[in-house]
């Protein structure tokens, strides 16, 4: 039973120390190149959104890197900030600096992958093709921040909670320049990232289902924070351990 408490006390304090850490989602210091994003459909008269449920992006001529951080399952309020540029998509380039900014809160949990980091180099050739899946669940809130952008874009968006699964599978090439990721959502409680791509193209793209263009990332990261039910378990667990550890004693 001793080695069972310690054991647990371990575990507990590594995650309680993980956890009061922002643990980096997404970074790059850059990351360039070519994109073209299809499969979502055009939006009809009315408007009316398209019944689809997946998206292919294509990527070419990348440079740069992305890290990628793979988080246990909780809740968590997640935000992002860094440099961007975007040309080739509607009929003028934009470019500018976002500070870090809350974008979303809530449960993230996935499948697939094992918490820890990954990184992923371009520009140079990799060897071999690797393929790249997981899914990824979420149940929350968009910022009020993000709901003021998109309305002020025009997307007919007012309740900022959302539920759904999104399945990401594809493939890093060989040549260390080029990807293909195909996305594919379910359990949806709201109209989903593939019709807000189809409304972003009827808005300013051609209304085609492609958007396409040449995109830089300087300086961008993706944090998530735990959120306070998510501190507690670990609380709880720290509790428990001590409660055993007590009783051994006695």
Do not use: C, H
Not at 15 to 44: C, M, N, R, Y
Not at 53 to 79: D, E, H, M, R
Not at 133 to 157: I, K
């Amino acid at each position: 039973m001793k080695n069972m408490s310690r054991a647990l006390a371990v575990a507990a304090l590594a995650f309680a120390g993980a956890a009061a850490q922002a643990a980096v989602v997404i970074s790059t210091p850059l990351f360039a190149g070519d994109i073209e994003v299809s499969g979502f459909g055009s939006v009809g008269a009315g408007p009316t959104l398209p019944s689809t449920n997946t998206f292919t992006v294509k990527y070419s001529n990348l440079t740069g890197s992305l890290n990628f951080q793979a988080l246990p399952n909780g809740n968590y309020t997640v935000s992002a900030g860094g440099t961007y540029s975007f040309s080739g998509f509607g009929p003028t380039p934009f470019s500018g600096t976002v500070p870090v900014t809350p974008v979303y809160s809530g449960y993230l949990g996935s499948s697939g992958l094992t918490p820890g980091a990954y990184s992923f180099p371009f520009g140079s050739p990799l060897g071999v093709d690797v393929p790249f899946g997981f899914t990824l669940d979420y149940d929350g809130n968009a910022s009020p921040q993000v709901m003021s952008v998109l309305m002020g874009l025009g997307f007919p968006f007012v309740n900022p909670d959302g539920k759904g699964s999104l399945t990401v599978a594809g493939t890093f090439f060989a040549n260390g320049t080029s990807a293909e990721l195909v996305f594919t959502e379910s359990n949806l409680t709201w109209s989903g990232f593939s019709n807000t791509l189809a409304l972003a193209d009827a808005a300013g793209g051609g209304n085609n289902g492609v958007m396409d263009g040449s995109f830089r990332l300087t300086n961008v990261s993706v944090t998530a924070v735990p959120e306070p039910t998510s501190l507690a378990l670990v609380g709880a667990a720290l509790v428990g351990v001590g409660v055993m550890r007590r009783r051994t004693r006695g």
